[in-house]
């Protein structure tokens, strides 16, 4: 019953971006692109265990629920590698997709999905990305933050690295560290 | 040229090897320096492109994520190489992501990115550009800006080191040279100086000593083959010389002996000569006196003899040997015992048939006309008993009156 609420919800959303999808755009192009950008750089400062990636021919970059980023994934992404695989994007608002995924994003505008999110992947090697404020404390991997009007990430290691992912030295240099808040 | 024609063999031997030796090591040297000179700026590359790369993949994350201070943190690491000028991150669009400048120095630009991954070497920097790889991914480009001070510094040590060791080496090589030399020089300069001993002494007998199998030893050879040669002459010359000083001594000796001999034979002949002379002188003193003691024996004979026709005939018999003594008596008083002179003869002869015959000489004077003339004992005595003859005659038959006046012709 919940669940059907919660379809019913996100469709609703959905509908909504779909009418305000061209305002959104044309006010913040860059902010999602550069978040696109960022998501794909993430491939390459972040190790999978060998057995998550083992069973896909692809890299699968998730974004749940609401897509904010349009089209720039795709042109981001477009005839790149990720970890010596094609990198494949899915757009899901259901969270039995999850446990194919390499990376998952949820964006802010999807903030009460984000528990539930992290319940489906408590235990599963997926890299969760999100621009929620405190998503990485709250038990997110890494979460995007504005400062001075830039974007920078915070990273959860201890909650990478339960899971068996690990993030680059280089990574870690120029992310803040956060811990999970008990 | 010509004072090079002048210098000793000693001075032309060191000075070519010395010449030599200055052109290879100059040559050597400069090779090396270049060679050391490109090799440093190959190294210097090298070493900047590692640090490059290294630079480049400690900004992975800040390019990738646009994170400027990080850029900027890692690049300032840089403040620890003195030589680095300058460097900057490029993004790909060619925009700047952080750069740096040794001292916070604003006389630098960076120059507006054109070029992929290369390096140039400018008047005093070295101008250094690297790809940032991330994931087989270009995503950026690190420039470096690096002062040449450092490979100028070394040209000039290695300059000065090299100078000083072709210098050191030139010294060394000098003086093994001017040992070595007199290998060459030290057989030639005893030849020349045999070669003047002997033309000033003239002593042929001298020998240069053997040097070895080379062509100076095949030169001292055929020079003491030569001076051989001349000695041989020499001597040859002399033996023939001694010999013939030997035949005139002896042929001298030999014509003194003869001309001793000579002069004794000569003085036989004229020992003999006047022996024999002596002997003719007696003998014709004994003819003479033979004669004259035949004459007195006849007149001793004609003073008994009373019959006048035979007094007559012993007396004229005395006229006769008498005439022939005469001339013998003359013989013995010439000077060669051979002739007489006639007009002396006749005149003694006419005197003595005068005196024997008329005993006066008062009333007879005798005429001669009678040239110089000398005879012979073999003419003399026949011409003397003719005029004998004709004066007796004349003497005895001119004067039935005791009145005439005989001439003898």
């Known amino acids: 019953m919940k669940r059907i609420v919660y379809i019913f919800i ?126 990485a404390s709250d038990g997110g991997m890494i979460g995007f933050y504005f400062d001075n009007n830039r974007i920078r990430f915070e990273v959860n290691r201890q909650a990478a690295n339960d899971l068996g992912l690990s993030f680059s030295s280089r990574l870690l240099k120029i992310a803040r560290i956060v811990q999970e808040e008990e | 040229m010509n004072f090079f024609n002048n210098l000793s063999l000693r001075s032309k031997l060191t000075s070519i090897s010395m010449i030599a030796c200055t052109i290879a090591l100059v040559l050597a040297g400069v090779a090396f320096v270049i060679y050391d000179h490109q090799q440093m700026k190959s190294n210097m590359v090298q070493e900047f492109e590692i640090l490059a790369d290294v630079l480049g993949a400690n900004c992975t994350a800040a390019i990738a994520f646009n994170n400027t201070n990080d850029a900027k943190e890692t690049i300032a690491s840089l403040m620890v190489e003195d030589n680095v000028a300058a460097a900057c991150v490029y993004r790909l669009d060619g925009t700047i992501l952080a750069q740096y400048k040794q001292g916070g120095r604003a006389d630098i630009e960076f120059p507006t990115l054109t070029v992929d991954q290369s390096h140039q070497f400018g008047n005093n920097y070295l101008e250094l550009y690297r790809n940032i790889i ?182 004229d018999s005395m006229s006769r040997v008498k005439s022939m003594a005469l001339i013998h008596e003359q013989l013995y008083q010439s000077k060669d015992l051979a002739e007489i002179s006639f007009s002396e003869y006749v005149n003694s002869l006419a005197r003595y048939l005068l005196s024997t015959i008329t005993g006066n000489l008062e009333r007879i004077s005798i005429k001669q006309d009678i040239d110089d003339t000398t005879f012979g004992v073999d003419t003399a005595v026949p011409c003397g008993l003719i005029i004998n003859e004709l004066v007796t005659n004349s003497l005895k038959y001119a004067f039935p009156n005791n009145h005439c006046l005989p001439k003898t012709r």
Not at chain 1, 102 to 124: C, E, G, P, Y
Not at chain 2, 211 to 235: C, K
């Open chain 2, 134 to 315: 991330l994931e087989e991914e270009k995503i950026g480009i690190v420039y470096l800006q690096i002062s040449l001070k450092p490979l100028d510094d070394r040209l000039t040590s290695i300059f000065i080191a090299v100078s000083l060791a072709i210098l050191c080496t030139l010294v060394i090589v000098l003086l093994i040279v001017s040992r070595l030399q007199r290998l060459i020089s030290q057989p030639i300069l005893t030849l020349a100086t045999t070669a003047k001993q002997i033309s000033d002494s003239r002593d042929y007998s001298v020998r240069v000593p053997m040097a070895g199998q080379d062509e100076v030893g095949t030169l001292v050879e055929q020079f003491n083959g030569m001076l051989s040669q001349i000695q041989t002459r020499d001597s040859a010359l002399q033996k023939a010389q001694n010999r013939l000083e030997q035949r005139v001594n002896e042929r001298t000796l030999e014509l003194q002996e003869e001309v001793l001999e000579h002069d004794r034979a000569k003085q036989q002949i004229s020992t003999s000569l006047r022996e024999k002379e002596t002997l003719l002188k007696e003998i014709h003193h004994r003819v003479k006196n033979n004669l004259q003691i035949i004459t007195s024996l006849l007149n001793l004979q004609a003073y008994q003899i009373s019959d006048i026709n035979t007094q007559r005939l012993f007396r």
């Open chain 1, 10 to 135: 996100t469709l609703l959303c959905l509908s909504i971006c779909m009418t305000t999808q061209v305002d959104a755009e044309d006010r913040a192009p860059t902010e999602y692109a550069v978040k696109a950008a960022f998501l794909y750089n993430f491939t390459k400062f972040v190790e999978w265990p060998e057995e998550a990636l083992k069973g896909s021919d692809s890299l699968i970059i998730c974004v749940f629920g609401e897509n904010p980023f349009g089209n720039s994934l795709e042109t981001t992404v477009e005839g790149n590698t990720a970890q010596s695989k094609p990198i494949k994007i899915i757009y899901s608002t259901d969270v039995s997709d999850i446990p194919n995924c390499h990376m998952l994003f949820i964006t802010k505008r999807n903030k009460q999905h984000s528990d539930a999110v992290l319940m489906a992947v408590v235990d599963l090697p997926v890299l969760t990305v999100s621009d929620l404020p405190g998503f």
